[in-house]
DNA sequence: ATGTGC
């Protein structure tokens, strides 16, 4: 029998029980709703709401999956002063994110053999796939800690990038409170792999804006119907996944230590006060860092790629940034006259027009979330309303998972996902490494984004189809 | 997600 009861249109209430100290809620519309299978995500959402100072309500994005400790979709808000901080409910990929990259061409005017030539172009600049290194190593380890500690501004001073780039980056692009010297030897060295995209769900795609609609607010976004579009998605890479893992084991033996009562490994957590959680903090803005620069650097690559192509110079082509917005981040925020810090874990950050988070450039507006489907799918370009005060500014990050990635191993035929990828053009070696990746192993994404534009929580501003995608590759099994 | 699992 399923913990949710309904609360209201597309939302449903896990009542609190047991060690939990307040109601969790979930997001879903009734076609995600009959079809819903995620018991086990439930009881995570359950367990983080028995966290020490969290604040009600814990909360599931239509996306939500199982993950490592709290699931993935899922938000969990607490007390800045008096809650716990925990490693498990940012995630492995810390700042994993999105970023979109507008062009002033026209998408049609590009021949499949042109969109091969450019996802070449791309591919031979940034490396794809778990392990892989930066072709720059040497410099990324020498300024490493400043890579870390200022963020992308100092990249731009270094050339990859432009400094209007700074505008349209979550935080500018820097988050302050890193210290390097929190970071551990094991994941220094990790460091290694920024300016690559790595694996899974991570990708580069051409895309072309297929729908617009919301006129005035794509026009306010540079975005136009027919247009050629970059989109992004990768993290921090080898690099927060190391710090992940170090303070996930790291605050559960403090948490026994002091006795905190937490209901999972996944979810270990000390008080932000601690001198754990403070080296935590100070370690994930490192890697929050490095996630925006690594998101950066590639937006360099992507410009000199498409020059060498086409023609031109870096500019020729806009290949202007759009946004660029977090989906696995833990930051301190103001909701409801409450500081808290919000953990977010496959879920974006989508602030209200007017918010003054917002960059000036999108005050009036509201910041784009950035929401990608599957390799084989549409992405979305939302902006929020102000009822989203009630998921902590939060939706949620893509379509999410309907199969494990061993599940759509097993049960997904490479033909199946060559049809499904149609007249999309894919690079890699071999189809077989991204089963796990098929859209078929995903939701829907239309009835994700409906989920939140049903109830006036979102708009939906542009529809992205893909048409060619650079994959990290993955592993045969 | 990940130099990929207890």
Request: net charge neutral.
């Amino acid at each position: 029998m399923s913990l949710l009861e309904w609360e209201s249109a597309n939302c449903y209430r896990i009542r609190r029980r047991g060690k939990m100290r307040v109601d969790a809620v979930v997001y879903l519309n009734n076609a995600l709703k009959r079809s819903f299978g995620e018991e086990e995500a439930l009881q995570q959402l359950a367990d983080a709401a028995a966290l020490p100072g969290v604040v009600e309500p814990v909360v599931g994005m239509p996306d939500i999956h199982t993950g490592f400790g709290l699931p993935i979709g899922g938000v969990m808000a607490v007390d800045a002063a008096g809650g716990v901080v925990s490693a498990g409910a940012v995630g492995m990929d810390i700042n994993c994110g999105v970023r979109l990259l507008r062009t002033n061409l026209e998408a049609g005017s590009l021949d499949k053999p042109l969109l091969r030539k450019l996802l070449h172009a791309i591919v031979e600049r940034v490396p794809t796939g778990v392990g892989k290194k930066s072709r720059q190593a040497a410099l990324v380890r020498k300024n490493l800690p400043r890579y870390l500690v200022e963020g992308v501004p100092f990249l731009i001073e270094q050339g990859f990038g432009r400094p209007e780039d700074l505008e349209c980056i979550e935080e500018g692009g820097a988050m302050r409170g890193a210290d390097p010297a929190a970071v551990s030897p094991e994941a220094v060295e990790r460091g290694a792999q920024l300016s690559t995209i790595g694996g899974g769900n991570h990708f580069i795609e051409l895309g072309r804006v297929d729908r617009v609609f919301d006129a005035a607010a794509a026009a306010k976004l540079g975005l136009a119907e027919g247009q050629l579009t970059v989109l992004i998605h990768t993290g921090s890479r080898g690099f927060g996944h190391q710090i992940c893992t170090d303070f996930s084991a790291l605050m559960w033996k403090a948490a026994a230590r002091l006795k905190l009562d937490i209901p999972t490994k996944g979810l270990a957590a000390v008080p932000i006060s601690s001198a754990e959680g403070q080296r935590y903090l100070a370690a994930m803005a490192c890697a929050v860092n490095f996630a925006f620069c690594n998101r950066q650097w590639i937006t360099h690559d992507v410009r000199q790629a498409f020059s060498a192509v086409l023609g031109g110079d870096d500019r020729s082509y806009d290949l202007g940034l759009v946004y660029d917005v977090a989906h696995n981040i833990a930051k301190f925020e103001e909701v409801g006259g409450k500081r808290l810090l919000i953990h977010r874990k496959g879920a974006t950050r989508a602030l209200p027009p007017g918010h003054p988070n917002n960059p000036p450039l999108y005050r009036d507006l509201g910041h784009p979330a950035l929401i990608p489907g599957s390799m084989g799918t549409a992405s979305y370009v939302i902006v929020a309303g102000p009822k989203v005060e009630q998921t902590f500014y939060s939706v949620n990050h893509g379509a999410g998972r309907v199969l494990s990635r061993g599940a759509a191993k097993r049960e997904i035929e490479v033909e199946e996902l060559k049809e499904s990828l149609g007249e999309i053009l894919v690079l890699g070696r071999n189809y077989r490494e991204y089963l796990d990746e098929a859209p078929q192993a995903y939701k829907d994404i239309e009835a994700v984004i409906d989920t939140f534009t049903e109830i006036g929580f979102t708009r939906r501003v542009a529809r992205l189809q893909p048409l060619a995608v650079i994959k990290g590759q993955g592993k045969e099994s």
